[in-house]
Nanobody
């Protein structure tokens, strides 16, 4: 099993930056991809960014050039650096891990961007 815990959410002013962290534990060595999703009230959960075991990344068009996903050297952490933040980035952000074609989710961390 995989357990994921997010941290780093909070309130930030538009144009500011925030860094999210996700700590993974359990069967982490079989994880193929890790990703960040977000869900705003009344909206579908959407993929923000993903990273594979070889370091390739994928971003939603809305965050390209502003957000950066990365994995720690210990392979049990994933980060989301968010720059030039906009009010539309406001959402609950969830860490996701894919292992053996199964998805695991963190509890979510609230990110609020004020204008």
């Amino acid at each position: 099993q995989v357990q994921l815990v997010e941290s780093g959410g909070g309130l930030v002013q538009a144009g500011g930056s925030l860094r999210l962290s996700c700590a993974a534990s359990g069967s982490i060595f079989t994880i193929r991809t890790m990703a960040w999703y977000r869900q705003a009230p009344g909206k579908q959960r959407e993929l923000v960014a993903a990273i594979t075991t070889v370091g390739s990344t994928n971003y939603a068009d809305s965050v390209k050039g502003r957000f950066t996903i990365s994995r720690g050297n210990a392979r049990n952490t994933v980060y989301l650096q968010m720059n030039s933040m906009k009010p539309e980035d406001t959402a609950v952000y969830y860490c996701n891990a894919n292992r053996s074609n199964l998805n695991y989710w963190g509890q979510g961390t609230q990110v609020t961007v004020s204008s």
